[in-house]
């Protein structure tokens, strides 16, 4: 931006001194004045919609073992998180009596003459209390407290989160197995792993994702997606009662998988209060000044010469009509106050607000607005965005979401002395 309009004030100051000196002969003029509202537009294509998927990616930046996976052929943009909890292979042996013993890769033996009935060790055995198989450990956590750091106030709406689990598909052990798992502290009801089905997502090492729903099985769970961590434990035990036979206990291997089917669909957690969005840092670079200035006292004749400024950013799809789009600075406060009730920051905060319509973003900077940008109290002038939202806004992020053209309309004005 400053490179094209740097170029259009250079050249129109030299054609009209070169017009002014052929024109004026014997008397040159002791200064110009450059006025006027120049237009600059150029198409240009932009993935915005990868702006807004690097942000979740960013917001499950600490899960090294999870895979984000993009969704195709869906309407909405969608992702699938997939994350292997568990997967251990298993033998089988029996004691001197008889009894099973099961090992684990990483794990204890399990001895099951220590809690079955001793009576036959080749007919049925009852179990006599629960037994694990996999206890509770430290909770995995999904951080998705990150996301509140751009989602402010939203969550998404239709989240579906599943289990799926897998195992030898002759192993008869496997079908009687329960899993309970605890979601934030709070235990889901128990589901039986036989009732679910011996069914694999089917996601690992998938780049893409070609269907239009969740893969199909599994057991779901309510997990919430609400810019809050999510702490995700488990266990795996027999239930008191069930029925086992040495012919139950083959080798084999446990698969538990955790899959979230995600639209990125926003509602406003309380639709009340509203919500916003913030972009990221990094539109502009952060902590230079965006017209060019040194120091807060510099004078920078970018800034000296535009009186106003309006960006137009049209879109194929604007999902954000209605909305509030927020300009403001980045600059970090290091002008701090302290007195016996704390610190405070003494930094003007600056903001230009305009109603987003149509099918683009569009936002015009006054020449009051710029008169405050260019004081010494918004140096470094580092702008960002933010989009807020009223009350029981809805967003849906269109798997297509591309830019289709900038438009600059400068008013300038600058007096060259000659």
Same mark, same amino acid.
């Given at each position: 931006?400053?490179?094209?309009?740097?170029?259009?004030?250079?050249?129109?100051?030299?054609?009209?001194?070169?017009?002014?000196?052929?024109?004026?002969?014997?008397?040159i003029p002791t200064a110009i004045r450059v006025?006027?509202?120049?237009?600059?537009?150029?198409?240009?294509?932009?993935?915005?919609?990868?702006?807004?998927?690097?942000?979740?990616?960013?917001?499950?930046?600490?899960?090294?073992?999870?895979?984000?996976?993009?969704?195709?052929?869906?309407?909405?943009?969608?992702?699938?998180?997939?994350?292997?909890?568990?997967?251990?292979?298993?033998?089988?042996?029996?004691?001197?009596?008889?009894?099973?013993?099961?090992?684990?890769?990483?794990?204890?033996?399990?001895?099951?003459?220590?809690?079955?009935?001793?009576?036959?060790?080749?007919?049925?055995?009852?179990?006599?209390?629960?037994?694990?198989?996999?206890?509770?450990?430290?909770?995995?956590?999904?951080?998705?407290?990150?996301?509140?750091?751009?989602?402010?106030?939203?969550?998404?709406?239709?989240?579906?989160?599943?289990?799926?689990?897998?195992?030898?598909?002759?192993?008869?052990?496997?079908?009687?197995?329960? %899993?309970?798992?605890?979601?934030?502290?709070?235990?889901?009801? @128990? #589901?039986? &792993?036989? !009732?679910? /089905?011996?069914?694999?997502? $089917?996601?690992?090492?998938?780049?893409?994702?070609?269907?239009?729903?969740?893969?199909?099985?599994?057991?779901?769970?309510?997990?919430?997606?609400?810019?809050?961590?999510?702490?995700?434990?488990?266990?795996?035990?027999?239930?008191?009662?069930?029925?086992?036979?040495?012919?139950?206990?083959?080798?084999?291997?446990?698969?538990?998988?955790?899959?979230?089917?995600?639209?990125?669909?926003?509602?406003? %957690?309380?639709?009340?209060?509203?919500?916003?969005?913030?972009? @990221? #840092?990094? &539109?502009? !670079?952060? /902590?230079?000044?965006?017209? $060019?200035?040194?120091?807060?006292?510099?004078?920078?004749?970018?800034?000296?010469?535009?009186?106003?400024?309006?960006?137009?950013?049209?879109?194929?799809?604007?999902?954000?009509?209605?909305?509030?789009?927020?300009?403001?600075?980045?600059?970090?406060?290091?002008?701090?106050?302290?007195?016996?009730?704390?610190?405070?920051?003494?930094?003007?905060?600056?903001?230009?607000?305009?109603?987003?319509?149509?099918?683009?973003?569009?936002?015009?900077?006054?020449?009051?607005?710029? #008169?405050? &940008?260019?004081?010494?109290?918004?140096?470094?002038?580092?702008?960002?965005?933010?989009?807020?939202?009223?009350?029981?806004?809805?967003?849906?992020?269109?798997r297509e979401f591309k830019t289709r053209e900038?438009?600059?309309?400068?008013?300038?004005?600058?007096?060259?002395?000659?």
């Open positions: 931006m400053k490179k094209h309009l740097g170029l259009l004030i250079l050249l129109t100051a030299v054609l009209l001194l070169f017009f002014a000196c052929d024109f004026f002969e014997e008397r006025k006027g509202s120049p237009e600059l537009r150029f198409g240009v294509t932009m993935d915005f919609g990868k702006l807004f998927t690097d942000m979740l990616e960013e917001g499950f930046n600490d899960m090294a073992e999870m895979d984000i996976i993009p969704c195709v052929n869906t309407e909405a943009q969608t992702f699938l998180i997939y994350m292997e909890l568990f997967n251990v292979a298993f033998t089988t042996s029996f004691d001197d009596d008889g009894n099973p013993i099961i090992s684990m890769d990483g794990m204890d033996d399990i001895l099951f003459g220590d809690w079955m009935d001793q009576v036959d060790p080749d007919g049925v055995h009852t179990l006599e209390e629960e037994k694990d198989i996999v206890e509770f450990e430290d909770p995995l956590v999904v951080p998705l407290s990150s996301l509140g750091d751009y989602l402010d106030g939203f969550k998404f709406k239709e989240p579906q989160t599943k289990l799926f689990f897998t195992g030898s598909a002759d192993n008869e052990i496997f079908d009687k197995l329960v %899993i309970e798992v605890l979601i934030n502290g709070e235990l889901s009801p @128990p #589901a039986q &792993i036989g !009732d679910v /089905g011996n069914l694999s997502s $089917g996601l690992k090492g998938l780049e893409e994702y070609v269907g239009t729903t969740s893969p199909a099985g599994g057991v779901e769970k309510d997990i919430p997606f609400d810019g809050n961590d999510v702490e995700v434990s488990f266990r795996l035990y027999f239930p008191e009662g069930t029925q086992l036979t040495s012919d139950d206990f083959t080798d084999g291997v446990i698969v538990i998988e955790l899959v979230v089917w995600l639209p990125l669909i926003l509602i406003p %957690i309380d639709p009340q209060a509203g919500a916003q969005i913030t972009f @990221p #840092a990094g &539109i502009f !670079d952060a /902590g230079k000044d965006l017209f $060019g200035r040194s120091g807060p006292n510099d004078d920078s004749m970018m800034a000296d010469v535009i009186k106003s400024l309006y960006l137009e950013i049209g879109f194929n799809v604007n999902p954000f009509k209605g909305a509030d789009l927020v300009v403001y600075n980045m600059y970090t406060c290091d002008k701090i106050e302290c007195q016996e009730d704390g610190c405070v920051c003494v930094w003007e905060e600056f903001e230009i607000i305009n109603k987003l319509a149509g099918d683009a973003f569009s936002f015009r900077i006054t020449e009051s607005d710029m #008169a405050k &940008i260019n004081s010494p109290e918004q140096w470094p002038f580092t702008p960002n965005f933010k989009l807020r939202f009223g009350s029981n806004a809805e967003v849906v992020f269109p900038f438009a600059f309309l400068v008013q300038i004005d600058y007096t060259m002395q000659l």
